[in-house]
């Protein structure tokens, strides 16, 4: 799954329409680069490849002389909606940390329901990762490195606590916490 992908897929579906560089400076604003692996060359990388793939479409834009030239704006198509909802519910059940933050800033795009739905599914496989990291075997003076109790400890731990992570944000979404873009599409109606 490619996390620039999803974060330009998702900052041009929350304005509609976007030229390269508010892309950027969307992805940039949220500090993504200190919760994901993203740099700045690999959204305009991901923006052209999005294009080529038939994700994105393209528009040059007159733009008034005081705000600069004409610039390149995008839309999403169907298929790269398509592709934002197919990386996101993969995000959202992905035991990867980036992935999962990637999917966390983005899950309000899809319902409620969905979203329980996948971070029950995350839940499952955080908890049989921890059972299997449980009953590998360690030795107080271990032959190989697979069988360190600090290095299988240091697992457990960590999925562990991705596991608590997982079933604070699965709470606080059943608990009704955050707006998601289709409850607020009903109250409007």
Do not use: C
Not at 122 to 140: C, G, H
Request: hydrophobic share 35%.
């Amino acid at each position: 799954m490619s996390t620039a992908r999803l974060l330009v897929l998702g900052s041009i579906l929350r304005k509609g329409i976007s030229h390269g560089y508010a892309v950027y400076r969307d992805i940039t604003s949220w500090n993504a680069e200190a919760w994901t692996n993203i740099k700045p060359g690999s959204i305009y990388h991901a923006l052209d490849k999005l294009e080529s793939q038939g994700m994105t479409r393209s528009a040059h834009s007159e733009v008034n002389a005081k705000l600069g030239p004409s610039r390149k704006e995008y839309t999403v198509t169907e298929q790269g909606e398509a592709e934002f909802r197919a990386l996101l519910e993969s995000a959202l059940v992905s035991v990867d940390i980036q992935q999962l933050s990637a999917g966390i800033a983005f899950m309000d795009m899809l319902p409620r329901q969905k979203v329980v739905e996948l971070l029950q599914k995350r839940r499952i496989e955080l908890e049989k990762s921890t059972d299997f990291l449980r009953s590998l075997p360690t030795e107080e003076h271990p032959t190989e490195p697979a069988r360190h109790p600090e290095l299988v400890g240091t697992w457990i731990r960590y999925v562990e606590n991705e596991l608590a992570t997982t079933e604070r944000i699965l709470g606080n979404v059943q608990t009704g916490k955050y707006e998601f873009k289709s409850e607020s599409q009903e109250r409007k109606r």
